[in-house]
């Protein structure tokens, strides 16, 4: 099984940046894809940006140019850089993984933009 750890959320002012982490574990062999979905307050969760086990990326309308999805294979974590955030940004921000068998979900980390 595949594990997941969130970390870095927090209250931001419009316009702010942040960065997310998602620590993996487990058997991380399986992993294809790892991803970030926002999950904002009365609406289903929905895809932010996701990056391929061969390092391609892709994201969703609403943040390409402000949002930038990386990993670090060394230390099992995928990172969520976050800039000119908004207000409508706001929500929990779950962590997936994603392989030939199942999804994994982390716990998420709440992201809250004030205007």
């Known amino acids: 099984q595949v594990q997941l750890v969130e970390s870095g959320g927090g209250l931001v002012q419009a316009g702010g940046s942040l960065r997310l982490s998602c620590k993996a574990s487990?058997?991380?062999?399986?992993?294809?894809?790892m991803g970030w979905y926002l999950q904002a307050p009365g609406k289903q969760r929905e895809l932010v940006a996701v990056?391929?086990?061969?390092?391609?990326?892709n994201y969703s309308d609403s943040v390409k140019g402000r949002v930038t999805i990386s990993r670090d294979i060394v230390k099992n974590t995928v990172y969520l850089e976050m800039n000119n955030l908004k207000p409508e940004d706001t929500g929990v921000y779950h962590c997936?993984?994603?392989?030939?068998?199942?999804?994994?979900w982390g716990q998420g980390t709440q992201v809250t933009v004030s205007s």
């Open positions: 990056i391929t086990s061969g390092g391609t990326t």
């Open positions: 487990g058997s991380i062999f399986s992993i294809n894809v």
């Open positions: 997936n993984a994603r392989t030939t068998w199942y999804d994994a």
